[in-house]
């Protein structure tokens, strides 16, 4: 005789407002974003760990990111790498020439090292020579308008890090990676499988809930 035995499917997580979103940053705790078809690993970049950058290097695509305001990308001599890219919908928008910290760093890629540049662009003491170019993190130029309305990924991060830890501008973020298909990026069922074994919030501000 055979039995059959149904296993149920895991409980749907509930996707976070982004008032929760930021309470998780100031914690000092990465968190999970979604913003359209994109979903992200974020972290406040002027506190950013070691093994937090390790996380988001191991569970992302390993393009990291750190969205930055405008003015500070001015005043840390931050040109974008392709000006002509004006659509805020295409991938690159924004991204600007790659960096190392100067100090600090050997390679620059390990993930003490990442971190390291992305404390040192979230620092308001840094300066145009505080960075070696090209290198291996990207700053993101986020300029007024595209913050205000939150159209990237890169400004829905920047103003939850803002808010999160006021006196250090910067967020670092890189896209989250399939549990179910690694060959992909992540869609809701990977980012809820992934903040339920490690205890990440989950945060959706355009959304109430996630259904």
Known sequence: MTTSVAYAAPTRMLWSTAAEGMCALARGELIILRHCA???????????????MAFVIRHS??????????????????????????????????QCVTVDASSG?????SGAERA????????????VDDFGRPGHVVPVRVNPDVLRDRLTVAASALALTDIALPGFSGAVFADLEG?????????????EALARRYGLTLVAPD???ER
């Open 61 to 94: 695509t390993g393009f990291v990111q750190v969205a930055l305001h405008e003015r500070d990308c001015d005043r840390l001599g931050l040109p974008e790498a392709t000006p002509s890219l004006r659509t805020p919908s295409a991938p690159g928008y924004g």
């Open 179 to 191: 549990v179910s298909d690694p060959t992909n990026t992540a869609g809701p069922c990977d980012a």
């Open 38 to 52: 994109r979903i992200v690993l974020v972290g406040c970049a002027g506190t950013v760990t070691t093994e937090q």
């Open 105 to 109: 760093t050997t390679t620059g890629i």
């Open 116 to 127: 390291h540049t992305a404390r040192v662009l979230g620092d308001p003491r840094s300066g």
């Open 207 to 209: 959304e109430q809930t």
